[in-house]
């Protein structure tokens, strides 16, 4: 059984398109590591979305180039899932001193995917890659209280692209 | 723009002016941005740093003088500068928005030179808009909001979100102290391979 890697919106931000050195590090490192990231359904969707504003983010390259995939719909009718979703909302919403039910549902669906596929045994343990450091440090306070405490790891974005690049990989 | 602020009278409508030019021309906001870095520096250094003719920067240099945001700290040559502390709060146009211009904010101005999202933000959103996505920015690496929620309070795509606080974070990491958060490359758990076996 091996680890689950899911990514959020700022890590494909982060790295920029194909030919920026930080887009080809991740990808070394993921084929190095034999490892492909997984998208929560909504991340996808935020990184595919039609705003002019905004220059294209090349998830699709990735995807056809084997290294992402998108996850399937979370299954809700785990009850750990729903657990995570919830435990992660509230410890948004009071880290930003609002309620729980304005809190984005995509910023709990990291961990509660995590817990999905740790609880149901397809995966050994989680990297949790995002720039919200909110999501990151909820998924890390949840999980543990789900008996989860050292499947999960919270990557920070930046710091895991930065020490890519540094490290000349 | 007008302003609200406490200060002598006297000062109000040159504080304004100079500030509001600082914010409307990002080479003078680039050059504040050196000094308030530098602490002291004189023309020759901005010279060489910021790679300007003389002519120029003894023209920058003077305008930011003459606007009351940067001082001579030593009359003898070379003549020494620094920056005067910026204290302004303005309401925007439409008076629906307040926000402080603050050194962060000058120089994420600043970059917009060299960085097309924040150009397009403020195209977008102007410099009162900029300083709201600045906020969120600390907060982001605070630990205390996330992307979406940025964007759901300003009603703009996660994804612009994402990427203007992307663009924002060197400018958060260069004037807020922010605690180290979450595991790097080195604290995972991978045996990653080196890049010279890859």
Known sequence: MSPLHIADTGLFVAMGQPSNSRYQAVRRFARRNDITFVLPKRVYEELTVDDPDVEDIPVDTAIDEGWRTVAAPLEFSEPIVSRAMDGVQQYIASADDRPADDIERADAALAALAAQHIHTGRASSVYIYTTDIAAGDGAETVLPSEGYGDSVTFVHGFRFIEGLVAGGN | ?198
């Open chain 2, 1 to 198: 723009m007008s302003r609200t602020s406490n200060r002598a009278d006297g000062d109000l409508v040159r504080d304004f002016l100079s500030v509001a030019g600082l914010l409307e021309e990002p080479r003078l906001a680039q050059l504040y941005t050196y000094f308030a870095r530098e602490g002291e520096a004189t023309v020759q250094n901005v010279m060489d740093n910021l790679d300007l003719a003389q002519g120029t920067a003894y023209s920058y240099v003077n305008r930011l003088v003459d606007a009351g945001v940067v001082e001579v700290t030593r009359e003898s040559q070379p003549q020494r500068y620094t920056t005067c502390e910026i204290d302004l709060t303005v309401t925007t146009v439409a008076g629906d928005r307040e926000y402080t211009i603050t050194p962060a904010l000058i120089d994420a101005v600043g970059r917009r030179e060299t960085n097309a999202d924040i150009d397009t933000y403020i195209d977008r959103h102007g410099v009162a808009g900029l300083a709201t996505a600045l906020t969120y920015a600390v907060g982001r690496e605070r630990g205390e909001v996330t992307h979406r929620l940025m964007a759901d309070d300003l009603d703009i795509s996660p994804l612009a979100a994402e990427m203007i606080l992307q663009a924002l974070r060197p400018v958060v990491d260069e004037h807020y102290d922010i605690d180290e958060s979450g595991a790097g490359l080195d604290e995972m758990d991978i045996d990653d391979i080196s890049a010279d076996d890859a």
